[in-house]
């Protein structure tokens, strides 16, 4: 199965400042999405990331808070835009393809807004 | 908002012992997939099984899924100080949106050397 590098691994930021967190998987894949974990919560799914088009974001999430990136099959980028505390969460990327194979990982970016 | 609930929240065991985790869904499924998380990092893929499966066996890992309830279970044998994890299910609609995966709240599970 792939293996996703994701990065940086933690960071504390500013309020009011972006933050870009990166995944390059070892391979291609079909399929890429970005999560997020709040606090001792369970993820939730941000969006998925479409190879060359806009990311398909789902209810409650909007482009211009966490735009995407996927420019090919093996990288794909999420900004947290303009943050807030409330931003304060571990954002993780997987990957995968049809086949029922399940989904790989990144290892996550835990992410503290000051 | 999250579809599954998963029982229990918490469960603490003796190395050796089984561990049993719950999962419930509310919506049709093409797939019910259970992942492992260590000390909140990756996550990482367990078993998978498919709507048409009634039951899955991995190593020391059975799942079994009830579509007609809508719930699945994960059983662990023997279990291992290295179990120690948090265990989410994750159900796959198929479709259109497949591959978007919809989290149960997870079970953390402590097992005791």
């Known amino acids: 199965s792939a293996v996703i590098s994701q990065k940086p691994s933690r960071d504390i930021c500013q309020r009011g400042t972006s933050l870009t967190i990166q995944c390059q998987v070892d391979s291609q894949v079909t399929m890429m999405f970005w999560y997020r974990q709040q606090p001792g919560q369970s993820l939730t799914l941000i969006a998925t990331?479409?190879?060359?088009?806009?990311?398909?974001?789902e209810s409650g999430f909007v482009i211009d808070k966490f735009p995407i990136s996927r420019p090919n099959l093996t990288f794909s980028t999420l900004t947290v835009s303009n943050m807030s505390p409330e931003d304060s969460s571990i954002y993780l990327c997987s990957g995968g393809d049809r086949g029922g194979y399940g989904y790989t990982f990144g290892s996550g970016t835990r992410l503290t807004v000051v | 908002s999250q579809q599954g609930e998963e029982d229990p929240q918490a469960l603490s065991i003796q190395e050796g012992e089984n561990a049993t985790m719950n999962c419930s869904y509310k919506t049709s499924i093409n797939n019910l997939q259970w992942y492992r998380q260590n000390s909140g990092r990756g996550l990482v893929h367990l078993i998978l099984?498919?709507?048409?499966?009634r039951e899955k066996h991995s190593g020391r890992l059975r799942v079994t899924l009830d579509t007609s309830k809508k719930s699945s279970s994960l059983l662990i044998t023997a279990s291992r100080a290295a179990d120690t994890a948090s265990y989410f299910c994750?159900?796959?609609?198929?479709?259109?949106?497949?591959?978007?995966?919809?989290f149960g709240q997870g079970t953390i599970l402590t097992v005791h050397p």
């Open positions: 990331a479409n190879q060359g088009s806009e990311a398909t974001y």
């Open positions: 994750a159900t796959d609609p198929g479709g259109t949106s497949y591959g978007k995966l919809t």
């Open positions: 099984i498919r709507s048409n499966e």
